[in-house]
């Protein structure tokens, strides 16, 4: 099921976004793809003062960069695959984003249960020369050793974390009484977790915004969906939510479309093969006796099978992680039945005295991964490394460079796009005048440092005359950093109320998001401008609230309110398994 719809009003804000693209047609870049590594190199060209435009077909952040683990990480598994540059600039990135995002990216201790000493030594060699599965074999406590001293080694400069400790079973299993009994060791370290990665990309394109003033432009809803009709155009973008269509130029194009790069291209009228994605699923679970068993930590392990999996505790909920499988870009990434059974047994091989049904899910979700065509290596071994493809194209009279990204994750989105930037400052003549590598990200600036400066920031903006109590504005400073001081200025500036539905959205804040944060459906504000889907929150009554109050804003009519719960409650039933109550007339 798309989560496309039909043609809708756009809010003022959005629509006035759009009219200035389709009022100067032309850039000297334009961007194609609204994830997070697409709007990070928005950010960094609109920092340069390049006169730059990113387009995206659905929401921001709605692809793989939504469906991620919600890890920020150094990737120890891929040390085995020998991609040892990356694994050093995800650490290096890993440490950097705790810094300059503070708001969204915080420490993550983990642990590796370990069920033997010796297990891998003859087979390692053996998959780090030919990328090949084989037999599934642990790796024992001596590889995972090896592999952690390693990726302490890379931590030394700019390090934010501890460094790795080993514990002996008896040890292991005082901190953890739940973990399986047959462990032998168990290995604890430290990465970091973004708990609101759609948000951070949010943060991300705001301030490219607002760095590149009128040079900097960017609309989702907006699609590429062939070469310009005009002789003189690069592209023709179309209007999701209104069907319009118009011709747009630029000298330079980027193709930061994911696991979709080959379809965007074929639209753009030359076909690529450079893509080979795999799919990846979770699941979110309201388990109170897992959530304690894991003792606040990531619980980080290889399965049976080989794969690496997680079991994740994120406030008051459990994820669980995940699947790799090769993906088919004609149907909808979608978590299957077979995937939850896989996440269950996972589950009963670390925690073997836990259950857990399906109705303690609250919510899945599943993302193509952008990795590049495999062919015979097995999904786990391909790499999550990242490349550039250029080539000069003709549309009718004007020509353009076209940049392919393939790859890329998460974890390295800022270095990426400063590579990615430098190329396109190399094709256009232009130098780097401002470096993203201290900057401070969105609402990071000036975030506490510590537990009380947290209290103490909270404490100071309580206003009840407002409605502002230490919950709501926790809330909002937990959602938007330390930007939740404009949002805290416009709701003290009018009536507002909370939501019957749930304390943590008001009127007044859904339409402050209707104003500045381009929504285009009723969805865009339960998956990717809030937590509510993620921890199963959403309800038949909050999906009206919430549409009306948006309506006031959007100018939705009756019939509109309708389909846009209508068509939020099918993205969530059909992509998410989400089952809701009925919805409130």
Known sequence: ????????????????????????????????????????????????????????????????????????????????????????????ERNRLMKIAPHYVKPLKTTIPIFSTFSGILSAPIRFLTHKQGKPQERGAFLIKLGLSLYDSFSRDGGTVPRHQFR???????????????????????????????????????????????????????????????????????????????????????????????????????????????????IVLDHPELLAATG??????????????????????VLVGTTDINA??????????????YFFDLISHVFPDISVTSDQIVYTFSGVRPLPRHDDTAPGFVSRDYRI?????DFGTAKATVLSLVGGKWTTFRALSEHLSDEVLGLIGASRTVSTAKLSIGGGVGFPSDDAGVQQWIKARVNPAAGLDAARVDVLLTRYGTRADEVIAYLADGEDRLLHSTHELSV?????????????????????RTSLAFRGLVTGELLRETAE?????????????????????????????????????
């Open 1 to 92: 099921m798309s989560t496309q719809q039909n043609a809708a009003p756009r809010t003022p804000q959005t629509r006035q976004t759009v009219q200035a693209i389709a009022g100067r047609p032309s850039a000297t870049v334009l961007i194609v793809g609204g994830g997070i590594n697409g709007v990070g190199t928005f950010r960094d060209l609109a920092l340069q003062g390049v006169d730059v435009v990113l387009v995206e077909r659905g929401d921001y952040c709605q692809g793989a960069s939504g469906a991620s683990s919600h890890m920020i990480h150094g990737g120890i598994r891929y040390l085995e695959n020998g991609e040892f540059r990356l694994v050093k600039e995800s650490v290096v």
């Open 168 to 282: 002996g079973r008896d040890k292991a299993l005082q901190e953890l009484p739940r973990l399986n009994p047959g462990i032998k060791y168990a290995a604890s370290y430290f990465d970091a977790s973004v708990h609101n990665p759609e948000r951070l990309t949010l943060d991300v394109l705001n301030d490219g915004l607002k760095a590149g003033g009128e040079k900097a432009r960017a609309a989702n809803y907006l699609s590429v969906v062939g070469p310009a009709e005009s002789s003189d155009g690069v592209v023709r973008l179309r209007d999701e939510l209104t069907g319009e269509e118009f011709d747009f130029s630029a000298d330079v194009v980027v193709n930061v479309t994911g696991a979709w790069v080959d379809q965007s291209n074929t639209a753009l009228g030359a076909p690529t093969r450079f893509m080979g994605g795999t799919k990846g699923s979770h």
């Open 296 to 317: 606040g930590r990531e619980i980080f392990f290889e399965h049976t099978d080989g794969r690496i999996v997680l079991i994740y505790p994120m406030g008051d909920r």
């Open 328 to 341: 088919d870009m004609n149907e909808d990434a979608v978590c299957t039945p077979e995937e939850i059974d």
């Open 389 to 393: 493809e250029k080539r000069e194209q």
């Open 508 to 528: 007044r804040e859904l339409h402050w998001m209707a104003d500045h944060e381009q929504i285009g459906h009723l969805v865009d504000v339960l998956i990717r």
């Open 549 to 585: 109050a948006l309506s006031e804003q959007l100018g939705w009519d009756k019939d509109r309110i309708v389909e846009e719960c209508n068509h939020a409650a099918t993205v969530l039933e059909n992509l998410h398994l989400v089952q809701l109550d009925s919805l409130v007339a």
